[in-house]
């Protein structure tokens, strides 16, 4: 099947038949970019879109439904047209969406998108082809530094449509190679370049002896001289044992069951380097007898570092270096059902700053930031390994604790605390002060979920503010 065919000068001829080729493909790689920029926005929507000559299609999204719809009534369609990202603080009062419906009666309020781009492999042309956008119903201002994470995630969408692109092409290549043996050598050359390019390779093992073929792309990938090719259990040992242990379980499935697999795990090349490699392989079958098995191989370690990057950012505080409250939500989700099922105890503390907002005021807010930067590195000293830090939001920040030696000792432990917290904060000529009142509840009997647990430490630390303000009232009365 070739994808490739058509008008060269129509850029929407070219962008259809990419389109025909891209909506093909698995969505898989593209719904964790959704889940990271609705988290990375705090958005109620986010989306992958493709647009061809009249239709918007959804390649992923998380928090809402998108069927296909007309070009005209999506926002998607003015991103690529003006081809540049866009950012809309209220969609009803700008001329272009006021009085499209998902606006008018559908309470879309917010918007911002990214335009996606590919490379023709006919003829090289970088063509718009769809956009990364996220949504809201409440109007939204966002600053330079959220916005050029999600233009970063676009980067990384477009990094995987050209694999698949490429990709498609490559294998496009080989099948036509095999099919006319007096264009071979052109198409070899063409492949070649296409490996270079998309960092893929191609392989085949024939059955039952289980001999190994690489294509040169392969043996670059795995650093070896390209007129080398190793037996199966020779070329498993570039697998560490968690990835070793998929791999093998992969192979052997398709060979019981005949179904392809399509797999992503670490691999060690060579030379000694650390990288991420997909691996996709089936059955090539000649009557009713199974010969061979056959695959693509592809280094995607660039494009998985920086989703693994990006997926830092969306859990980390910007200021502080430590988690924020969507990660600590996740982590206090997990703690509470291992320590449910009694594998780990789960202590909750909770810090709030003293004073902070005079800090604030007499000295300002970079001030003030100095504070919450140096609480966030005390939080995360070396002795106190093995805890989760979390900063909530302004100067509320909490401490999960599943260490059973922690927990054990918290009487211990809290006064260490409050002593490093209270340790003065130095911001430019001055030594500010610097203190926090601390509540802790654990999890046990009368605390079910998270909810109760929360409650049961902020009463906590409700109670130590009250008994910390009552003292300081008897101290004024007494002086």
């Not at 969505?27 to 926005?41: E, N, S």
């Not at 939204?140 to 498609?168: G, Y």
């Not at 105890?345 to 800090?359: G, I, M, N, Q």
């Not at 989760?388 to 922690?406: N, P, S």
Request: net charge negative.
């Amino acid at each position: 099947m070739n994808y490739f065919t058509g008008t060269l000068h129509d850029p929407h001829a070219a962008a259809d038949r990419l389109l025909e080729l891209l909506r093909a493909a698995p969505d898989a790689q593209f719904a964790p970019m959704a889940v990271i920029a609705r988290a990375l926005f705090g958005a109620s929507f986010a989306a992958i879109r493709l647009l061809d000559r009249s239709t918007v299609w959804t390649k992923a999204s998380t928090g809402i439904t998108l069927p296909p719809q007309p070009r005209e009534i999506a926002l998607c369609h003015h991103v690529v047209m003006e081809d540049t990202p866009i950012i809309v603080p209220d969609a009803r009062h700008d001329a272009r969406f006021a009085e499209l419906e998902s606006v008018a009666s559908g309470g879309l309020r917010f918007y911002a998108g990214v335009p996606l781009h590919v490379q023709d492999p006919q003829n090289g042309k970088r063509i718009t082809i769809g956009t990364v956008c996220v949504g809201d119903g409440e109007p939204r201002v966002i600053d330079e530094t959220l916005f050029a994470a999600l233009i970063a995630l676009a980067q990384l969408a477009e990094t995987v449509l050209a694999a698949q692109i490429h990709a498609d092409h490559a294998i496009d290549i080989a099948i036509d190679a095999n099919a006319e043996a007096a264009v071979l050598a052109r198409q070899e050359r063409v492949f070649g370049h296409a490996e270079r390019m998309a960092m893929i390779g191609s392989w085949r093992m024939t059955l039952p002896d289980r001999g190994i073929y690489w294509s040169p792309g392969v043996r670059r990938i795995h650093e070896t001289p390209l007129d080398h090719t190793l037996p199966l259990e020779e070329a498993l040992t570039f697998y560490p044992p968690a990835a070793l242990a998929t791999v093998t379980a992969a192979i052997e499935h398709t060979l019981e069951t005949g179904e392809p697999f399509d797999i992503e795990v670490d691999f060690i090349t060579a030379t000694g380097r650390e990288r991420r490699v997909r691996s996709i392989g089936e059955l090539e079958r000649r009557g009713s007898r199974d010969i061979a098995m056959t695959g693509v191989f592809q280094d995607v370690t660039d494009r998985f570092r920086l989703e693994q990057q990006l997926r830092q950012s969306a859990a980390t505080d910007p200021l502080t270096g430590i988690a924020n409250r969507a990660a600590f939500d996740s982590a206090l989700d997990h703690a509470i059902g291992r320590a449910a099922q009694d594998v780990a105890p789960c202590t909750l503390v909770l810090l709030d700053l003293d004073r902070f907002k005079a800090t604030n005021d007499a000295h300002g807010h970079l001030a003030g930031d100095d504070v919450l930067r140096a609480i966030g590195e005390r939080l995360g000293a070396p002795w106190l390994e093995g805890s989760f830090a979390a900063r909530l939001g302004g100067d509320e920040f909490a401490l999960l604790l599943t260490d059973r030696a922690m927990c054990d000792d918290i009487d211990a432990l809290l006064p260490r605390l409050t002593a490093s917290l209270a340790q003065p904060v130095a911001s430019g000529e001055h030594d500010l002060p610097c203190s926090a009142t601390i509540g802790h509840a654990a999890f046990g009997p009368g605390i079910a979920n998270a909810r109760e647990l929360i409650h049961a430490a902020d009463t906590a630390l409700y109670d130590a503010k009250r008994r910390r303000h009552a003292a300081a009232g008897w101290d004024r009365r007494a002086r």
